[in-house]
T-cell receptor, first 108, second 115 residues
Framework: RKEVEQDPGPFNVPEGATVAFNCTYS??????FFWYRQDCRKEPKLLMS???SGNEDGRFTAQLNRASQYISLLIRDSKLSDSATYLC??????????FGQGTTLQVK | EAGVVQSPRYKIIEKKQPVAFWCNPI?????LYWYLQNLGQGPELLIR????????DSQLPKDRFSAERLKGVDSTLKIQPAELGDSAVYLC?????????????FGPGTRLTVL
Protein backbone atom coordinates (compact mmCIF):
# COMPACT_ATOMS: atom_id res chain seq x y z
CA ARG A 1 0.00 0.00 0.00
CA LYS A 2 1.31 3.46 -0.91
CA GLU A 3 1.90 5.86 1.95
CA VAL A 4 -0.12 8.58 0.20
CA GLU A 5 -2.87 7.54 -2.19
CA GLN A 6 -4.76 9.59 -4.71
CA ASP A 7 -7.14 8.76 -7.53
CA PRO A 8 -5.06 9.58 -10.63
CA GLY A 9 -8.16 10.49 -12.66
CA PRO A 10 -8.33 12.16 -15.08
CA PHE A 11 -11.24 14.25 -13.92
CA ASN A 12 -12.86 15.88 -16.95
CA VAL A 13 -15.23 18.68 -15.96
CA PRO A 14 -16.90 21.63 -17.72
CA GLU A 15 -16.07 25.20 -16.84
CA GLY A 16 -17.95 26.37 -13.79
CA ALA A 17 -18.20 22.93 -12.24
CA THR A 18 -17.28 22.07 -8.68
CA VAL A 19 -14.81 19.23 -8.34
CA ALA A 20 -13.35 17.49 -5.30
CA PHE A 21 -10.18 15.46 -4.92
CA ASN A 22 -9.40 13.11 -2.09
CA CYS A 23 -6.18 11.83 -0.63
CA THR A 24 -5.54 9.24 2.08
CA TYR A 25 -2.35 8.70 4.03
CA SER A 26 -1.25 5.69 6.03
CA UNK A 27 1.27 7.05 8.53
CA UNK A 28 -0.37 8.33 11.70
CA UNK A 29 2.86 10.24 12.50
CA UNK A 30 2.14 12.59 9.61
CA UNK A 31 2.64 16.13 10.77
CA UNK A 32 1.76 18.59 8.04
CA PHE A 33 -0.18 18.46 4.82
CA PHE A 34 -0.17 20.35 1.55
CA TRP A 35 -1.63 20.48 -1.91
CA TYR A 36 0.80 21.25 -4.72
CA ARG A 37 -0.13 22.00 -8.30
CA GLN A 38 1.92 20.77 -11.26
CA ASP A 39 1.30 21.97 -14.79
CA CYS A 40 2.26 19.74 -17.70
CA ARG A 41 6.06 19.49 -18.00
CA LYS A 42 6.53 22.07 -15.23
CA GLU A 43 7.69 21.88 -11.65
CA PRO A 44 5.30 21.48 -8.69
CA LYS A 45 4.24 24.67 -6.90
CA LEU A 46 2.55 25.05 -3.55
CA LEU A 47 -1.18 25.58 -3.87
CA MET A 48 -2.12 25.62 -0.20
CA SER A 49 -1.42 24.16 3.19
CA UNK A 50 -4.06 22.01 4.85
CA UNK A 51 -5.09 22.48 8.46
CA UNK A 52 -7.38 20.52 10.77
CA SER A 53 -9.68 23.53 10.93
CA GLY A 54 -9.88 23.63 7.15
CA ASN A 55 -8.76 26.54 5.04
CA GLU A 56 -10.06 28.43 2.07
CA ASP A 57 -8.29 30.46 -0.59
CA GLY A 58 -10.69 31.96 -3.08
CA ARG A 59 -12.28 29.11 -5.02
CA PHE A 60 -10.14 26.49 -3.30
CA THR A 61 -10.99 24.80 -0.01
CA ALA A 62 -8.83 22.20 1.73
CA GLN A 63 -9.88 19.94 4.58
CA LEU A 64 -8.01 17.55 6.85
CA ASN A 65 -9.54 14.70 8.84
CA ARG A 66 -6.83 13.27 11.09
CA ALA A 67 -9.06 10.55 12.52
CA SER A 68 -9.74 9.14 9.07
CA GLN A 69 -6.31 10.13 7.72
CA TYR A 70 -7.95 11.86 4.83
CA ILE A 71 -7.32 15.13 2.99
CA SER A 72 -9.54 16.81 0.45
CA LEU A 73 -9.37 19.68 -2.03
CA LEU A 74 -12.50 21.34 -3.38
CA ILE A 75 -12.40 23.61 -6.41
CA ARG A 76 -15.48 25.72 -7.09
CA ASP A 77 -16.36 27.45 -10.37
CA SER A 78 -13.62 25.63 -12.29
CA LYS A 79 -11.65 27.63 -14.84
CA LEU A 80 -9.76 26.41 -17.88
CA SER A 81 -6.59 27.54 -16.12
CA ASP A 82 -7.25 25.08 -13.29
CA SER A 83 -6.30 22.21 -15.62
CA ALA A 84 -3.27 20.61 -14.00
CA THR A 85 -2.17 17.75 -11.78
CA TYR A 86 -2.85 18.21 -8.08
CA LEU A 87 -0.38 16.53 -5.74
CA CYS A 88 -1.21 15.65 -2.16
CA UNK A 89 1.85 15.99 0.10
CA UNK A 90 2.32 14.68 3.62
CA UNK A 91 5.22 15.48 5.94
CA UNK A 92 6.20 12.96 8.60
CA UNK A 93 7.46 13.92 12.04
CA UNK A 94 10.98 13.09 10.78
CA UNK A 95 10.69 15.90 8.23
CA UNK A 96 10.38 13.50 5.31
CA UNK A 97 7.94 14.59 2.62
CA UNK A 98 5.85 12.08 0.73
CA PHE A 99 4.03 12.98 -2.47
CA GLY A 100 0.98 11.23 -3.78
CA GLN A 101 0.72 10.11 -7.38
CA GLY A 102 -1.29 13.19 -8.29
CA THR A 103 -4.79 13.72 -9.63
CA THR A 104 -5.17 15.11 -13.13
CA LEU A 105 -7.88 17.69 -13.76
CA GLN A 106 -8.96 18.73 -17.23
CA VAL A 107 -11.44 21.60 -17.41
CA LYS A 108 -13.17 21.99 -20.76
CA GLU B 1 14.88 37.07 -6.85
CA ALA B 2 16.13 34.00 -8.71
CA GLY B 3 14.40 30.71 -8.05
CA VAL B 4 15.98 27.29 -7.85
CA VAL B 5 18.35 26.83 -10.76
CA GLN B 6 19.06 23.46 -12.33
CA SER B 7 21.26 22.41 -15.18
CA PRO B 8 21.22 20.91 -17.65
CA ARG B 9 17.51 21.04 -18.51
CA TYR B 10 17.76 18.02 -20.77
CA LYS B 11 20.28 15.21 -21.02
CA ILE B 12 20.42 12.22 -23.34
CA ILE B 13 23.02 9.56 -22.68
CA GLU B 14 23.64 5.94 -23.47
CA LYS B 15 23.31 3.33 -20.77
CA LYS B 16 26.39 2.70 -18.65
CA GLN B 17 27.52 6.30 -19.11
CA PRO B 18 27.89 8.66 -16.15
CA VAL B 19 25.75 11.77 -15.76
CA ALA B 20 25.67 14.66 -13.32
CA PHE B 21 23.02 17.22 -12.43
CA TRP B 22 23.60 20.54 -10.73
CA CYS B 23 21.31 22.57 -8.51
CA ASN B 24 21.62 26.01 -6.97
CA PRO B 25 18.93 26.65 -4.35
CA ILE B 26 17.28 29.94 -3.47
CA UNK B 27 19.71 32.13 -1.55
CA UNK B 28 19.44 31.55 2.18
CA UNK B 29 17.61 28.24 1.90
CA UNK B 30 19.32 25.75 4.19
CA UNK B 31 17.40 22.67 3.16
CA LEU B 32 17.88 21.12 -0.27
CA TYR B 33 16.09 18.13 -1.76
CA TRP B 34 16.65 15.93 -4.78
CA TYR B 35 13.62 14.14 -6.18
CA LEU B 36 13.03 11.71 -9.01
CA GLN B 37 9.75 11.94 -10.91
CA ASN B 38 8.57 9.30 -13.34
CA LEU B 39 5.82 9.99 -15.83
CA GLY B 40 2.42 9.92 -14.20
CA GLN B 41 3.85 9.70 -10.69
CA GLY B 42 4.54 12.13 -7.90
CA PRO B 43 8.09 13.16 -6.98
CA GLU B 44 9.99 10.61 -4.89
CA LEU B 45 12.61 11.89 -2.47
CA LEU B 46 16.16 10.73 -3.15
CA ILE B 47 18.07 12.78 -0.60
CA ARG B 48 17.54 15.72 1.74
CA UNK B 49 20.29 18.04 2.94
CA UNK B 50 20.26 20.38 5.87
CA UNK B 51 23.17 22.70 5.10
CA UNK B 52 25.96 20.33 4.06
CA UNK B 53 24.65 17.31 5.97
CA UNK B 54 22.63 14.59 4.25
CA UNK B 55 19.90 13.97 6.83
CA UNK B 56 17.81 11.54 4.80
CA ASP B 57 19.35 9.47 2.01
CA SER B 58 17.42 6.29 2.69
CA GLN B 59 15.86 6.32 -0.78
CA LEU B 60 19.09 6.99 -2.67
CA PRO B 61 20.34 3.90 -4.58
CA LYS B 62 23.86 4.16 -3.31
CA ASP B 63 25.32 1.58 -5.63
CA ARG B 64 25.03 3.99 -8.55
CA PHE B 65 23.81 7.33 -7.21
CA SER B 66 25.81 9.85 -5.24
CA ALA B 67 25.24 13.43 -4.15
CA GLU B 68 27.18 16.18 -2.53
CA ARG B 69 26.60 19.63 -1.10
CA LEU B 70 30.08 20.49 0.04
CA LYS B 71 29.66 24.10 1.11
CA GLY B 72 26.02 23.88 2.03
CA VAL B 73 24.90 25.86 -0.99
CA ASP B 74 24.78 24.26 -4.44
CA SER B 75 24.56 20.53 -4.94
CA THR B 76 25.41 17.87 -7.49
CA LEU B 77 23.66 14.55 -8.06
CA LYS B 78 25.54 11.90 -10.00
CA ILE B 79 24.58 8.59 -11.56
CA GLN B 80 27.30 6.14 -12.56
CA PRO B 81 26.62 4.03 -14.50
CA ALA B 82 23.21 5.04 -15.79
CA GLU B 83 20.60 2.39 -16.55
CA LEU B 84 17.59 2.49 -18.86
CA GLY B 85 15.28 2.69 -15.84
CA ASP B 86 16.92 5.92 -14.69
CA SER B 87 15.11 7.85 -17.42
CA ALA B 88 13.00 10.37 -15.50
CA VAL B 89 12.86 14.00 -14.43
CA TYR B 90 15.23 14.89 -11.61
CA LEU B 91 13.89 17.75 -9.53
CA CYS B 92 15.76 19.86 -7.03
CA UNK B 93 13.90 21.81 -4.36
CA UNK B 94 14.86 24.04 -1.47
CA UNK B 95 13.18 25.40 1.61
CA UNK B 96 14.01 28.06 4.15
CA UNK B 97 14.08 25.86 7.21
CA UNK B 98 14.09 22.28 8.30
CA UNK B 99 10.52 22.21 9.53
CA UNK B 100 8.06 20.19 7.51
CA UNK B 101 5.82 23.24 7.52
CA UNK B 102 8.12 25.18 5.21
CA UNK B 103 7.13 25.57 1.58
CA UNK B 104 9.38 23.82 -0.90
CA UNK B 105 10.37 25.67 -4.04
CA PHE B 106 11.19 23.49 -7.01
CA GLY B 107 13.55 24.03 -9.88
CA PRO B 108 12.49 23.28 -13.48
CA GLY B 109 14.09 19.83 -13.36
CA THR B 110 16.48 17.91 -15.57
CA ARG B 111 14.84 15.52 -17.99
CA LEU B 112 17.13 12.50 -18.38
CA THR B 113 16.79 10.03 -21.22
CA VAL B 114 18.94 6.91 -21.11
CA LEU B 115 19.19 5.05 -24.43
Amino acid sequence: RKEVEQDPGPFNVPEGATVAFNCTYSNSASQSFFWYRQDCRKEPKLLMSVYSSGNEDGRFTAQLNRASQYISLLIRDSKLSDSATYLCVVTLDTGKLIFGQGTTLQVK
Amino acid sequence: EAGVVQSPRYKIIEKKQPVAFWCNPISGHNTLYWYLQNLGQGPELLIRYENEEAVDDSQLPKDRFSAERLKGVDSTLKIQPAELGDSAVYLCASSLGTSGYNEQFFGPGTRLTVL
